[in-house]
């Protein structure tokens, strides 16, 4: 069976395209998740996609995603800065992690400068806009190739 994938999307992420886009761009959520999707897709590896703004509900998913994915890309939109109940989450979590962000939190106001999830995350796809999606998909897919070995 191939690996699979859980790309997380947290609050205010499904206002995509319409939400400062600016600082956003003007793709909606649904065009990156088929961006995701499409990259997966050419590594081989299947990919699901929750978005909710409720934490409970995420953190929901990353439990259902223990011996059901073997990585998850997470968004987690501004609970990214103040979570510590999905940091903990993620530490159960026994796969890769990507974090992931449209913008780039450390140029932004001082309170984003602070992830409680990269401590638990292997790394972190951020600034690049809607490319970060087929980046992340792609750090993803070669961090599991290379703990096959
Ligand atoms: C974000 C950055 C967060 O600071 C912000 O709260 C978001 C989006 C990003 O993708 O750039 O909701 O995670």
Known sequence: MSATILLLSGPNLNLLGEREPDIYGTESLADHVATALAEAGRHGLGLEA????YEGELIEAIHAARGNHDAIIINAGAFSHTSWAIHDALAAFEGKVVELHLSNPA????????????PVADGAIVGFGGLGYALAVDAA???L???KH
């Open 50 to 53: 929750f978005q909710s703004n």
């Open 107 to 118: 140029a932004r106001e001082p309170f984003r400068h602070t992830s409680v999830i990269a």
């Open 141 to 143: 897919a070669r961090l």
């Open 145 to 147: 190739t290379s703990s």
